[in-house]
């Protein structure tokens, strides 16, 4: 984490060095929500899985760069960095026949960088006041680490277990008829890709040219996972909703 922030801090105050009359640093926290969506294919169909939806938060900075201007508007070039958390927690008590019960419990975090590169279309409705934008380009992501963890109880036997899911590995602490005990190991090999490109597609409200209200939706382009489950493929894809605000320097 302290990397992500000093990496966040140097980037804007490299951006805030470049600002000039033509251009403005902005920085900007809200709302995520990530779905990675999936779809089933065989010889013959496709199928639709259901999604995993992941809520979370996002920080940034972006540095707008104003190229053109005219009585129809502004467009702008805006690059940014953008580091994201998205998480989900799941919760389960199974029985079997037997009257034998374990309960089970679950989360799932993931951590991105992002470089959104946009293109920016702003319209002034009342100068100085409000001001509405439009804008779209790639968004280049980057997965800095997307962890499984899971906790078993029965009884008094327990296990926790860490999985990575772009290397594999594991590993697994816990208590089995009173002896504790640590697992480790890992293939290394999971096809869930670290990298994503998306299409970013959002709008935007700035107010007395400091505050700006946005939304955004980024669509995945590329398959994070491909995996053969019992007779046919499953494609997946990361979708990204964010809501938020940012404060114009």
Known sequence: MKKIIITLATAIAAMAM???????????????????????????SVTKADPTNMSGFYVGAAYE??????NWGDLSLQPGLTYSFYGKCMEQENTNVE?????YKGSRRDHYLDVPVHVKYAYDVVPGTLKLSAFA????????????????ESGDNYSNTRFNM????????????????TESGGDGDTNYSMFDLKLGLGISATLFE????????????????????EGYNRISHTNVFQIGVAYNF
């Open 99 to 103: 009257g034998f019960e374990a309960s």
């Open 18 to 44: 470049a600002a000039n009359a033509s251009a403005q640093l902005s920085v900007g926290a809200g709302y995520g929500l990530a779905s990675h969506t999936a779809v089933d294919k065989t010889p013959n």
């Open 137 to 152: 380009g790639p968004v280049f992501s980057f997965g800095l680490g997307a962890t499984l963890i899971e906790r078993e």
């Open 166 to 181: 772009y290397t594999g590995k594991f590993k697994t602490t816990g208590k089995l008829a009173g002896n504790k005990f």
């Open 210 to 229: 400091m505050f700006d209200v946005r939304i955004a939706y980024n669509i995945g382009l590329l398959d994070r996972m491909t995996e053969k489950v």
């Open 65 to 70: 760069w104003n190229f053109l201007s005219r």
